[in-house]
């Protein structure tokens, strides 16, 4: 049900959006909202916190609350991708283990890795949890807690969930650890060696590696940065070939941030039940948007239990714990349980307990407010030093939720030497290469914006920009 500042909050939102207010200009005070809507000062202020905390608008001291100034409209966004028709083995992963190495080294300036630095993330919050669940369930952390996992957590899920549209049993939902492990059963259990599988173009370099182990061939799909993946492109292919699955990051994904709209993840499910295929859905920033309205997954329009829904609250909560979980549907349940045993016999049990704590009591929704407000600042102060430091011709993507940008450099840079050379200085970029089963995107970079911003960060993407004129003049 949406609460009253919810539907003043989103009137607000669009007079914004429409050009009523705009960036600069000061919002209606707290007694105008009350007297205009004939509500009271309270849900007035409240509304206004709620734009404020999702990063529309921002307030100032003693003067009132006035629209955000965009800093991302003025630069061209990279064009729909083009990858090739033909399915093919993953190859050129090998600079992945760099860019890992790099992310654990606290020398390297790291915009590579999309992992939120711990000042994003409820750090402390998740202490005092792990310390208080460690004494209450002193006997109960020292065992496994089996496949499916901790019923307390997967009660939590469920209740998510079905606030997003997707009513399910906690019963339902197998926990794993992380999102990776989610995927990688899904495939496991849907395929064997040989089998293709659609993704979008580009990916995360992470599925691309799950892939290659499991001996499996992709087909890219070309993805539009704002729209998502091509769906007549995906028809075409599953026409073409015998594609057995076909895996989508629909709510902002890595590295593009686009957010499907719900009449394309409708149509991706009507494609999917022609074609009998299985759609896996990577929902692990669902809940990193920038709007107001947490957007709804795939899953929640999926009527032939087509979807294997895959998440965790690794980009959100904390990467450390390792907690993800997958709500596979009845037909794949019992498989996929199966292979979550044989393959690590249980996810820890004290990161389970703690987590369901931290949702039960509400501190995850807290948490969300702030970090969804912050990861919007990190993303436009990014692309601002992006704007103001690289070279003119410079393409970069306008994110509606998460933290990374994929920006498309001149034509004559080449993105591995461009890697190798930040290294050196002590900066980690990701290549655009290593988003691509067959290495395309030799001019592209993604850039991760939840960083602690200082002058070493501001020096940093001067370097690299100097890095990129310099390799686009030769």
Not at 111 to 129: C, D, N, R, W, Y
Request: glycine share 6%.
């Amino acid at each position: 049900m949406t609460l009253l500042y919810e539907n003043i909050a989103e009137h607000l939102l669009k007079a914004i959006e429409q050009g009523v207010y705009r960036p600069g200009e000061r919002l209606p005070s707290v007694r105008q909202l009350s007297q205009s809507h004939q509500i009271s000062t309270a849900t007035a202020v409240s509304a206004l916190r709620h734009l404020e905390d999702h990063g529309h608008i921002e307030a100032r001291q003693r003067s009132g609350y006035y629209v955000r100034p965009r800093t991302r409209s003025h630069l061209q966004e990279p064009a729909l991708s083009a990858p090739s028709g033909e399915p093919s083995r993953v190859t050129g992963q090998e600079l992945v283990l760099h860019l890992v190495k790099a992310a654990n080294n606290p020398r390297f300036i790291q915009l590579g890795a999309a992992v939120p630095s711990p000042s994003f993330l409820p750090t402390q919050k998740i202490e005092h949890m792990l310390a208080a669940c460690s004494r209450r369930y002193r006997n109960r952390i020292t065992g496994y807690e089996f496949p499916p996992g901790a019923p307390e957590l997967r009660r939590q899920i469920a209740k998510r969930m079905s606030e997003n549209g997707c009513p399910i049993n906690p019963n339902e939902i197998i926990i794993t650890s992380g999102c990776q492990e989610a995927i990688t059963l899904a495939l496991r259990a849907v395929t064997v060696p040989g089998d293709i599988v659609a993704i979008e173009s580009p990916t995360f370099y992470g599925l691309l590696q799950i892939i290659e182990s499991l001996g499996l061939k992709t087909i890219e799909i070309p993805t539009h940065p704002r729209e998502g993946i091509a769906l007549d492109a995906l028809q075409l292919a599953c026409e073409q070939w015998p594609i057995k699955a076909c895996i989508v990051v629909p709510n902002y994904s890595n590295p593009l941030g686009y957010c499907m709209s719900d009449q394309r993840k409708r149509q991706l499910i009507e494609l999917a039940n022609r074609q009998r295929i299985l759609v896996i859905e990577d929902d692990i920033y669902g809940d990193l948007g920038f709007s107001l309205q947490r957007p709804t997954p795939v899953k929640s329009v999926d009527n032939e239990d087509r979807v294997v829904y895959c998440s965790s609250f690794s980009k959100s909560l904390s990467p450390g714990l390792r907690i993800g979980w997958t709500a596979p549907g009845p037909a794949l349940l019992e498989k996929i349980e199966y292979l979550k045993y044989v393959t690590n016999l249980a996810t820890p049990t004290l990161p389970q307990l703690a987590v369901a704590e931290f949702l039960r009591h509400g501190g995850y929704d807290r948490h969300l407010r702030q970090a969804r407000s912050r990861y919007l600042q990190a993303v436009e102060r990014m692309t601002a030093a992006v704007a103001a430091s690289f070279p003119a011709g410079t393409r970069v993507t306008q994110p509606a939720g998460g933290f990374v940008l994929w920006l498309e450099l001149p034509a004559e840079v080449d993105a591995i030497a461009l890697t190798q050379q930040a290294l050196a200085l002590g900066i980690s970029i990701a290549p655009g290469p290593i988003f691509s089963a067959t290495q395309k995107y030799r001019h592209f970079i993604r850039l991760s914006c939840a960083c602690d911003w200082d002058e070493r960060v501001d020096e940093a993407l001067v370097t690299l920009g100097q890095l990129i004129t310099r390799m686009a003049e030769k």
